[in-house]
């Protein structure tokens, strides 16, 4: 349950103020990643760290900034977001021996709002 | 396109009873196909994966099974209770590049 932690939980936001979103995981785990979930649709994963390299970037938009500075702690630097970006952000872990089909965890989330 | 629809996109039913939820994809070549279990206020929690030989695979009351010829697979939960209300999410991936695909989830409310 304690595994992957994120903070803040929530936040709410305007479109021209500068936050970051944190997190960090007490696994072990070599591979972080960073998802957005909107009601009712898939997760859409952003972005991908393996032993603290980014490996994957799904067109994400430059507004939304990663930072991994070592394989327990990742980061989402945020600024000028629109209000399609609010959501709920999930951070997840995994071994990363395996790639993408490891198992992943989880942390709760930051509920996002841009007003 | 590899894709993943899952049905229905939302379930009610009484506590007690049984319930089974549909997961259906077009992913190729497969891998491996999760169920994740997410409560609301939370992120997904994994319950099961079944790989290409399996056709099914339990954990407690959920039994996932999977059909690879049909490219179908389905969750079924016994004797459900208050805690399973949650979303239940069906991710494949697959062989090529082991990109994950997700599908929407289908929720579940369990009442009283």
């Known amino acids: 349950e304690t595994g992957v932690t994120q903070t803040p939980r929530h936040l709410v936001m305007g479109m021209t103020n500068k936050k970051s979103l944190k997190c960090e995981q007490h696994?072990?785990?070599?591979?972080m990643y960073w998802y957005k979930q909107s009601a009712k649709k898939p997760l859409e994963l952003m972005f991908v760290?393996?032993?603290?390299?980014?490996?994957e970037n799904n067109s994400v938009p430059s507004r939304f900034s990663p930072e991994c500075p070592n394989s327990s702690h990742l980061f989402l630097h945020l600024h000028t977001l629109q209000p399609e970006d609010s959501a709920l952000y999930l951070c997840?872990?995994?071994?990363?021996?395996?790639?993408?089909?490891?198992?992943?965890?989880f942390g709760p989330g930051t509920r996002l709002t841009v007003l | 396109k590899n894709q993943v629809e899952q049905s229905p996109q939302s379930l009610i039913i009484l506590e007690g009873k049984n319930c089974t939820l549909q997961c259906n994809y077009t992913v190729s070549p497969f891998s491996n196909l999760r169920w994740y279990k997410q409560d609301t206020g939370r992120g997904p929690v994994s319950l099961t994966i079944?790989?290409?030989s399996e056709n099914t695979k339990s954990n407690g009351r959920y039994t996932a099974t999977l059909d690879a010829d049909t490219k179908q697979s389905s969750l079924h939960i016994t004797a459900s209770q208050l805690s399973d209300s949650a979303s239940y999410i069906c991710?494949?991936?697959?062989?090529?590049?082991?990109?994950?695909?997700w599908g929407a989830g289908t929720k579940l409310i369990i009442k009283p």
């Open positions: 079944m790989t290409f």
């Open positions: 696994l072990g785990h070599n591979a």
């Open positions: 991710v494949v991936s697959a062989r090529s590049n082991y990109q994950l695909i």
């Open positions: 760290y393996n032993f603290k390299e980014q490996t």
């Open positions: 997840a872990s995994s071994p990363g021996e395996r790639g993408r089909t490891d198992t992943q965890y």
